[in-house]
């Protein structure tokens, strides 16, 4: 094609840029802001640890944990999101909103670590996600340990233990 | 017609600025359609003027200012003279040797913009100069040897004359050389070489800004209603007597002629100076010598 | 009459921050100095604060035009370290992405060629089809720039839908050989412009170390996808393009006819490529010890060594950049050229100066 075909064929096809406030859609796999789905996260702070530009903040006290994020400070490599073990973590499909102050879209969620059933201690509890992945079919069983904290589930284990060899020596 | 009427009126200021603009529009938004881009809407050149103007310039030391706002003025001035020569309505004054003075008040402006480089101070605006200098010299052997042929050709150093007077061969090639030396006085595609951005940014206007500039890019706009309007006045013989459809008749030519030359812009790198002068020398020159020729031999 | 002109650290033909200073004579120039690190950000003294998974999103910014390449590389130097090797698929991934950045490079150097030459149309005409690339590698990995495919051991991202990988590859491989080659080649004011400029000989592209395009310009036939060949490169039929003359237009030739080339290699990979496991592994700490990798960037080789001393921060990260290489032989070709040359032949390498300050 000559220079002259393509001044001919770009006049032929028309206008193909647009106006501003139109824009073409992001992609489906668009790597936008970082969401996360609270229930589904442990408090591991795997997130906190990939990112490279520190966006992402995760503080413990002693009963509650917090997970803070800036996305004036996110490059939306996305490493956060392929680094939860939980995939509590998703980025949005389309762009940003535009903000003025460095600080505006910054979010803090706190959430309180559920409390142990048996002695009422919070402790940090495996995700419903977590639990699949670990044993691939939860039984009953399970289900009631793992709403115990370490501890009460140590002495839990014990107990049963004990129960065990109780039943072994009575049918001997 | 009176004087003032030319100067003010038709084809003076209340006809050229509006028309420059115009074209300067045109040429961006043919440039934008062959590019498949939207490009700016019509009254894009007047609102960038209306920008620069109201904008806060620089502070310049005081002895500078005078020649950053004469220089253009002079440049403005002497080209809407020009424009008042040409010989559009029939009623056209027309004084004898007016050819003449049409060649040198269309050299004020780049006259002036080569002072204008100078003057900056900077070395970016000092190459834009020394680049528009030479490249006024390239263009202005086959630009008055064409119009030489034309007076030759036609016996008369006035305009009107030559318009209606010019034998077809002489007026055909002798007009295609004064079209070849357009993008030049222009300072478009492939010889934007005065204001090669990428080289030398804008060349000698480097460090106008505000007023300053706005000025200049209001010489610009008429200086393409001026040279436009020189071979749309004397492509055609003919007249119809009536001043409105005379006036229309060249305006449309020089529209054409916008869209010539602007395509022409888009489909073309931009030389260097020796490329851009030699081709003058060689085709531009060749042209006009031929257009001469022809009116001797004829 | 003689004067100095400088080009940069702020000039319309130059998007990045470097100092070209020109001794003229004239239109001539007589002497050419060149000066860089106007944007030093200390990157690999960052790393060594960083543990090795942020490095990767670290080195990703290293350039803003060939990112991958960058963690491509890291990645490869890192699984050298830890001597893992990714699966059959992540590697075709890999390529896949390596060449359409590749492709999107190339466009873009083009399209930046044609401005600098004030050709406005076959600007917009390279712009427009970058777009295609861009849009390509949007759809594989969410962003225009930073693609964030490399992980260690894998990739981030699969590739779920291959069709229209091909489509645009066809697409642009289509407009390559019938706009942007004929042009670049036949068209008058180019060819006035391009032919016999900014020559660099091949004993010089050889005795000042120039890699890739720009050396391949100039007869030196080098291409480490085939002399040392990484990831599933050996498993391609793909020549490498080699032009004599030196000049710029031998180096649009030699981007333009790899462009074809990298299309040739991303139709062939999509053909070859396996399915199965692509993810990456998540690491924490490296064993000590050292590890190089290199590959052939969009510019040239590139090349990374890794020292770690078994902690989970890298002891050291040392980056070789085909820019900073390359950049030296443009004093060469600037000596004798015109002032209007100066723009398009400090271009004609292809030089980025985020890569060399980085």
Request: some cysteine; hydrophobic content about 45%; overall charge neutral.
């Amino acid at each position: 094609m000559s220079i002259w075909e393509i001044l001919a064929e770009n006049l032929r096809q028309g206008v193909v840029t647009l106006r501003y406030p139109q824009r073409v859609p992001p992609p489906a796999r668009y790597r936008g802001l970082v969401q996360i789905e609270l229930e589904d996260c442990v408090g591991c702070a795997s997130c906190a640890y990939v990112c490279v530009s520190a966006a992402i903040h995760v503080t413990e006290e002693r009963e509650t944990f917090c997970w803070s994020y800036d996305p004036a400070k996110c490059t939306f490599c996305g490493r956060c999101v392929d680094a939860c073990p939980t995939s509590a973590l998703q980025m949005q499909a389309e762009c940003p909103p535009i903000y003025h102050c460095a600080g505006a879209l910054a979010v803090t969620y706190t959430r309180a670590y559920p409390r142990c059933e048996g002695c009422g201690k919070p402790f940090k509890v495996a995700t419903q996600i977590l639990r699949q992945r670990a044993y691939t079919e939860v039984s009953g069983e399970v289900e009631t340990l793992l709403r115990l904290c370490p501890v009460c589930r140590q002495k839990e284990a014990i107990k049963s233990m004990v129960e065990a060899r109780r039943i072994k020596e009575a049918t001997r | 017609m009176p004087s003032w009427f030319a100067l003010l009126i038709f084809p003076g200021f209340l006809y050229a600025v509006p028309m420059g603009w115009l074209m300067l529009w045109l040429e961006r938004k043919i440039l934008a359609r062959l590019q498949s881009r939207i490009g700016p809407p019509f009254y894009q050149p007047f609102f960038d003027f209306i920008k620069l103007m109201t904008k806060e310039p620089l502070r310049r030391a005081s002895g500078e200012d005078i020649f950053y706002l004469l220089l253009p003025l002079l440049a403005l001035g002497a080209t809407v003279g020009s424009l008042t020569l040409l010989p559009i309505l029939p009623s056209s004054a027309s004084a004898v040797g007016d050819l003449v003075l049409f060649v040198a008040l269309v050299e004020v402006a780049p006259i002036c913009l080569v002072l204008l480089g100078f003057l900056s101070r900077s070395i970016f605006g000092q190459v834009g100069a020394i680049r528009e200098a030479t490249l006024t010299i390239a263009t202005n052997l086959p630009f008055i040897t064409a119009l030489i042929a034309l007076a030759y050709a036609s016996g008369s150093l006035r305009l009107m004359e030559i318009a209606s007077n010019a034998p077809l061969a002489t007026r055909a090639i002798a007009l295609l050389a004064l079209l070849f030396c357009l993008p030049i006085k222009l300072r478009l595609n492939p010889f934007s070489v005065a204001n090669a951005e990428q080289e030398i940014y804008q060349g000698a206007l480097t460090e106008l800004d505000g007023w300053r500039l706005g000025l200049w890019e209001l010489t610009h706009a008429v200086e393409w209603v001026a040279l436009s309007g020189l071979i749309a006045s004397l492509a055609v013989p003919w007249r119809s007597g009536q001043a409105i459809l005379d006036a229309i008749l060249f305006a449309l030519l020089s529209l054409v002629l916008v869209v010539v030359l602007t395509v022409i812009a888009g489909a073309t790198a931009r030389l260097k100076l020796l490329q851009a002068s030699r081709f003058y020398w060689r085709w531009g020159f060749g042209l006009a010598l031929l257009a001469l020729v022809v009116s001797l031999f004829l | 009459m003689s004067y100095t002109i400088p080009i940069g650290p702020y000039h319309p033909a130059l998007e990045e921050p470097y100092k070209l200073e020109l001794e003229c004579e004239g239109e001539n120039v007589r002497e050419a100095h060149l000066q860089i690190g106007f944007n030093f950000r200390a990157i690999e003294l960052i790393a060594q604060s960083r543990n090795i998974i942020q490095n990767i999103a670290l080195f990703e910014r290293v350039c803003g035009i060939c990112s991958n390449v960058h963690t491509l590389t890291y990645c490869l130097a890192l699984e050298n370290l830890l001597g893992i090797e990714p699966s059959l698929r992540a590697q075709y991934i890999r390529v896949i992405v390596a060449e359409l950045e590749r492709l999107h490079s190339h466009i873009l150097w083009a399209g930046a060629a044609a401005h600098i030459l004030g050709f406005q149309t076959l600007f917009m005409t390279c712009f427009r089809l970058r777009e295609v690339v861009m849009d390509l590698l949007e759809t594989i990995s969410g962003n225009r720039v930073n693609y964030a495919m490399n992980a260690i051991g894998g990739v981030n991202r699969d590739l779920t839908d291959p069709q229209t990988i091909r489509d645009g590859v066809r697409q642009i491989q289509k407009a390559v050989e019938g706009q942007l080659l004929p042009i670049f080649t036949n068209d008058p004011t180019v060819r006035a412009r391009c032919a016999g400029v900014g020559i660099l000989t091949k004993a010089n592209a050889i005795a000042w170390g120039a890699v890739g395009p720009t050396a391949r310009a100039s007869g030196v036939a080098q291409d480490i996808r085939q002399a040392q060949p990484y990831l599933v490169y050996d498993r391609f039929e793909f020549s490498v393009p080699v032009q004599e003359s030196g000049d710029v237009l031998a180096r649009i030739l030699v981007r333009a006819l790899e462009m074809v080339e990298s299309c040739q290699i991303i139709e062939q990979a999509l053909e070859q490529m396996p399915s199965g496991q692509w993810k990456g592994q998540l690491f924490v700490e490296l064993p000590p010890g050292e590890a190089v990798a290199r590959i052939e960037a969009p510019r040239g080789e590139v090349f990374y060594y890794i020292a770690s001393d078994g902690s989970e921060k890298p002891l050291r990260v040392k980056v070789r950049t085909p820019s900073f290489v390359n950049m030296p032989t443009v004093r060469l070709m600037l000596k004798g050229a015109t002032l209007a040359d100066a723009p398009l032949i400090q271009a004609s390498i292809d030089p980025c100066y985020s890569c060399t300050d980085r």
